[in-house]
T-cell receptor
């Protein structure tokens, strides 16, 4: 059974800082991994998708890396802004189980 | 291109009742998955539908059931509601097939409160 852990659970940083969010998973037999953003009480917004054959993916100020063999992914956010404040969730996709498995997320607060 | 939509936005039921939640998938997507998100936790997989058939199921009891229609929209039905069913229910669609490598796109969710 896949288990996902995200560290830290919460993070508060001043505006402009670069930061790294960590995700680890126990079963490396994944098809891909997605990073999502969730604002309070809202649905999930997909940020990045990394296929299992890829090492990293970039979108604007976001960069995600994947080390499938060690069961780790990181999300790097450059030059953080108050609008980045949200909960960030990582979710590896298991094709055999047809599901994304989520961690509890990292709650990010960027202070102006 | 219309994204994933869900209805209703909010719903209040009492214990023992039944509820139906609805999801319209993004245009061109034939796979729909449902997730339950309790407060303060990550979403938990309920089941996935591909071309009107259940294609995978998480650890949820049979009183959680679903349907997918020919236009790929979907319903989640929950019978005999319990207090612990109070959660945000999320629907996600993707353009892939049975073993989808594709990105999943989520709707805004339905907030269910069971009293």
């Amino acid at each position: 059974k896949q288990e996902v852990t995200q560290i830290p659970a919460a993070l508060s940083v001043p505006e402009g800082e670069n930061l790294v969010l960590n995700c680890s998973f126990t079963d490396s037999a994944i098809y891909n991994l997605q990073w999502f953003r969730q604002d309070p009480g809202k649905g999930l917004t997909s940020l990045l998708l990394i296929q299992s054959s890829q090492r990293e993916q970039t979108s604007g100020r976001l960069n995600a890396s994947l080390d499938k063999s060690s069961g780790r992914s990181t999300l790097y956010i450059a030059a953080s802004q108050p609008g980045d404040s949200a909960t960030y969730l990582c979710a590896p996709y298991s094709g055999s189980a047809r599901q994304l498995t989520f961690g509890s997320g990292t709650q990010l607060t960027v202070l102006p | 291109e219309t994204g994933v939509t869900q209805s209703p936005t909010h719903l209040i039921k009492t214990r023992g009742q039944q509820v139906t939640l609805r999801c319209s998938s993004q245009s061109g997507h034939n796979t729909v998955s449902w997730y339950q998100q309790a407060l303060g936790q990550g979403p938990q997989f309920i089941f996935q539908y591909y071309r009107e058939e259940e294609n995978g199921r998480g650890n949820f009891p049979p009183r959680f059931s679903g349907l997918q229609f020919p236009n790929y929209s979907s319903e989640l039905n929950v019978n005999a509601l319990e207090l612990d069913d109070s959660a945000l229910y999320l629907c996600a669609s993707s353009p892939g097939g049975r073993s989808s490598y594709n990105e999943q796109f989520f709707g805004p969710g339905t907030r269910l409160t069971v009293l």
